[in-house]
C-alpha cells in the first residue's frame, strides 16, 4: 500500500472533498493501486530525456490577436449560478 | 544584537493589454461587475484558453529591458487552490519554464551610491476575480471582470536590505513598466501591486533566516509600513526566546501591522502541473529582435545623458528621468530656451513647477503653463528683464491665468530695472531717507545692509536688479 490513511485526508482535503469512516479504506486501496500502477514508470531509464510539457511534441501555443470578441452576456451566465445580487455571484462569506 | 534585513519582492504588474490573457473578453478598469467575464474567465467546462500575442510581447519587452534572457521554450503550469474569485479551482501560471530569468534593476540609494538588485525571473499568468463583502449580509459577492486580466509577476532575489532599498526597488519598476508602456502603473485600481518576503538574522550569519509573505501591498508608503512592522514582530519575537514561522501574512492598512492568514497557510500545497489545455509557448530569436527594437530610451540611459548633456547632477537627472512625461517636458523646455538655460529649467520643472502640480492635484498634461510658456519666463530671467524673484511671482500669475510669460511681465509693468542710473538715484534717496540707519551702519553696524537693499526694493516696486542693487550699495554705503 504506497499511501497511507494521512495521505487520502490531505489529499481529500486539497481537493475540498469529504471522504466519510467507511469510504476510507476503500480510497486507500484505489488510490494507491493507481499510483502503484503509475510508478511502473519509474523504472524506465530516463537519464537524457528531456521532460514533456504536453504529448504533442513539435507543436507549440498558437497565439491570439489582443481583440475584443467577447461581448456582455452576464445575465445569460447568471442563470446557472445560484445566488446573483447585483449582478455579483453571491458566495457564502470569505472571511479573512 | 545587531540584526540584518532581507527582502526580496515579488511584483504584480497588470500588463497594459485590450483583452485577458487568455479570452477575447476586454480588460477595462471600473466596468459594471462581470460584464467583462465570458466562459473562459467564468471556468465552464470545456472552453479552450488561447494565448494573447501582446501579452507575450510585452513580457519579452520587459525581459529585453533588465537584461534578462527570453526563454525559446515556456510552459504553463496550473497553481491548484481554492477560493471563490478563482473559478477554475487553479490560476493558469508558469512555474519550472517562465518566459524571462535573470536580469538586474539598478537602484539609487539615499546616499547617492547605485545598487543591483537581481531579477530571478519574471511569468505570465492570470488575474483573479474580485472579492466584495459590503451592503451583503453574511455573505460576499463576487465580480470575474479581473479574472483573466494579464499579470506579469516580477521576482527578485533577496537582494534588499532596508525597507528603504524595497520602495527604491519598487519604484524603479514602476518607473520602467511605464516607460515600456507594459502596465499603466496604477496602483489604487491595482494595476501595480507587490508581495513582500521579509526575513532577519543575525548581522554577519551567512544563512537566511525564515521568512514570512506580506501580501497584496498596493502603495509605496505601504510597502515601507509593513516592512517596518514586520521586521519589529520577527526581532521581538526571536529575541523574546520564539521563533519566526513561514507564513502568509496580509498587511492591514488601517491597523498599521501585518496578521497571519491562517486560511491560506495550509493550503500552501499547489500542486503545480503543466497545463494541458496550453502547448509550449515557442518564442523566435527573430520577434525577440523585432521586440528590441521597440524598446524605448530606458531610464537609466535617459538620466546619464541628462547629466553628461546638460551638467545636471545625479539627483536631478534621476528625478527628471523618473518618468518619460517628465522627462519629454523638460527636453521640451530645453529646446525651446536653449541648452544654457537647461540648469534652470531642471530646477523650474523641479521647483515651483511641479509643486504647483501636487498643489493643484494636476496631471503634467493638464499643466496651465506649457513648456514653450515655462521656456518663455527663462528667457526673462535670462536676458535680465525679471529677476528670479520677480519670476516667482510671473511664474504664479501664468499658473493661475494660463499666460505666457511676457504678457504677465507687460501687463502688470514687471520689467526690471537694469539701469545703473535710476537704481543709484533710488539708493540716494534712501540714504537721505534714513541718516541714522546710515551712521550705524558706517559705524560698523553691517546687518543694516539688508535694511538698505529692503528699502530700495521697496522704493522700486521689487524691480531693481538684485545683482546690480548689491554692488552699487556697497560703493555707496562705502
Known amino acids: 500500500m504506497s499511501l497511507t490513511r494521512q495521505d487520502v485526508d490531505k489529499i481529500a482535503h486539497l481537493a475540498r472533498l469529504q471522504v466519510t469512516e467507511q469510504e476510507m479504506p476503500v480510497y486507500v486501496k484505489s488510490l494507491s493501486a493507481i499510483v502503484d500502477f503509475v510508478a511502473e514508470l519509474a523504472r524506465v531509464d530516463t537519464q537524457d530525456i528531456a521532460p514533456m510539457a504536453h504529448p504533442l511534441v513539435g507543436q507549440h501555443q498558437r497565439l491570439r490577436p489582443d481583440e475584443i470578441t467577447e461581448s456582455d452576456r452576464h445575465e445569460q451566465y447568471q442563470r446557472n449560478a445560484p445566488r446573483v445580487q447585483a449582478a455579483l455571484y453571491v458566495v457564502p462569506r470569505v472571511i479573512e | 544584537m545587531e540584526w540584518e534585513v532581507v527582502i526580496g519582492l515579488e511584483i504584480h504588474a497588470q500588463l497594459a493589454t485590450r483583452t485577458k490573457i487568455f479570452s477575447g473578453s476586454a480588460t477595462a478598469y471600473g466596468a459594471p461587475p462581470n460584464t467583462q467575464a465570458n466562459l473562459v474567465d467564468l471556468g465552464y467546462p470545456g472552453v479552450l484558453p488561447v494565448l494573447n500575442a501582446e501579452a507575450v510581447r510585452m513580457a519579452v519587452k520587459f525581459g529585453l529591458a533588465v537584461g534578462a534572457s527570453i526563454a525559446h521554450r515556456s510552459v504553463f503550469a496550473r497553481k491548484n487552490y481554492f477560493y471563490p474569485d478563482l473559478p477554475k479551482g487553479y490560476q493558469i501560471s508558469q512555474f519550472e519554464l517562465p518566459v524571462v530569468s535573470g536580469g538586474t534593476l539598478s537602484i539609487m540609494l539615499e546616499d547617492g551610491s547605485t545598487k543591483t538588485i537581481g531579477i530571478t525571473r519574471a511569468h505570465l499568468e492570470e488575474d483573479a476575480g474580485k472579492s466584495l463583502h459590503e451592503g451583503l449580509a453574511s455573505a460576499t459577492g463576487i465580480d470575474l471582470n479581473r479574472a483573466g486580466t494579464p499579470l506579469l509577476e516580477i521576482v527578485s532575489e533577496p537582494d534588499m536590505r532596508s525597507a528603504k532599498e524595497a520602495v527604491a526597488y519598487m519604484k524603479k519598476m514602476h518607473t520602467l513598466v511605464r516607460y515600456l508602456e507594459i502596465c499603466d502603473g496604477n496602483m489604487q485600481e491595482g494595476s501595480f501591486r507587490c508581495d513582500a518576503n521579509v526575513s532577519v538574522r543575525p548581522k554577519g550569519q551567512e544563512k537566511f533566516g525564515t521568512r514570512a509573505e506580506l501580501k497584496n501591498i498596493n502603495s509605496f508608503r505601504f510597502v515601507e509600513k509593513a516592512i517596518h512592522y514586520e521586521v519589529a514582530r520577527q526581532i521581538d519575537l526571536i529575541e523574546s526566546g520564539g521563533k519566526v ?234
Not at chain 2, 287 to 310: C, G
Not at chain 2, 311 to 328: H, P
Not at chain 2, 373 to 384: S, T
Request: charged share 25%; net charge negative.
Open chain 2, 245 to 478: 514561522v513561514q507564513e502568509t501574512r496580509l498587511y492591514d492598512s488601517d491597523k498599521g501591522e501585518t496578521r497571519s492568514m491562517r486560511s491560506k497557510e495550509e493550503a500552501n500545497d499547489y500542486r503545480y502541473f503543466p497545463d494541458p489545455d496550453l502547448l509550449p509557448l515557442e518564442i523566435e530569436p527573430a520577434f525577440i529582435e523585432s521586440v528590441r527594437d521597440t524598446l524605448p530610451e530606458l531610464p537609466d540611459a535617459k538620466a546619464a545623458r541628462f547629466a553628461a548633456d546638460y551638467g545636471l547632477s545625479a539627483y536631478d537627472s534621476g528625478v527628471l528621468a523618473s518618468s518619460r512625461e517628465l522627462a519629454a517636458f523638460f527636453e521640451e523646455v530645453v529646446a525651446a530656451a536653449g541648452a544654457a538655460n537647461a540648469k534652470p529649467a531642471a530646477n523650474w520643472i523641479m521647483g515651483d513647477f511641479s509643486a504647483s502640480l501636487n498643489r493643484d492635484a494636476l496631471d503634467l498634461a493638464a499643466a496651465p503653463v506649457s513648456s514653450a510658456a515655462l521656456a518663455g519666463l527663462l528667457h526673462r530671467i535670462a536676458d535680465n528683464t525679471i529677476s528670479g524673484k520677480m519670476a516667482k511671482d510671473v511664474f504664479e500669475i501664468m499658473w493661475s491665468e494660463g499666460s505666457g510669460a511676457d504678457a504677465v511681465i507687460q501687463a502688470r509693468g514687471l520689467t526690471q530695472i537694469t539701469d545703473t542710473g535710476a537704481i543709484e538715484k533710488a539708493i540716494d534717496e534712501c540714504m537721505a531717507a534714513n541718516p541714522k540707519q546710515l551712521a550705524d551702519y558706517r559705524a560698523g553696524k553691517d546687518k543694516l545692509f539688508g535694511f538698505f537693499v529692503g528699502q530700495v526694493m521697496k522704493a522700486t516696486q521689487g524691480k531693481a536688479n538684485p545683482a546690480q542693487l548689491n554692488e552699487l550699495l556697497k560703493k555707496k554705503l562705502g
